[in-house]
């Protein structure tokens, strides 16, 4: 299932990103960072965000990139 079409289906960022909020919660890190990727040009820098595409990246073992995140999360 493809979650980031769900842009096409009427819902918002920010319930894509609760969705992936679900994801990282459930453990499916892969299906978070296919949810939340595509939405780094318009969320990116948002703590929220950039905490939840981290750990998603963590998981998913893109180990720097969780580093870049997690840093800019706490800059806020």
Do not use: H, N, W
């Amino acid at each position: 299932v493809c979650l980031v079409a769900g842009a096409a289906f009427g819902q918002t960022p920010s319930s894509d990103v609760s969705i992936g909020e679900m994801l990282v919660r459930e453990g499916r890190y892969a299906d978070a960072y296919e949810a939340l990727s595509p939405l780094q040009g318009a969320l990116g820098g948002d703590p929220r965000f950039d905490y939840l595409l981290g750990r998603a990246a963590l998981g998913t073992k893109r180990a720097e990139e969780a580093k870049r995140l997690f840093e800019r999360a706490l800059q806020k």
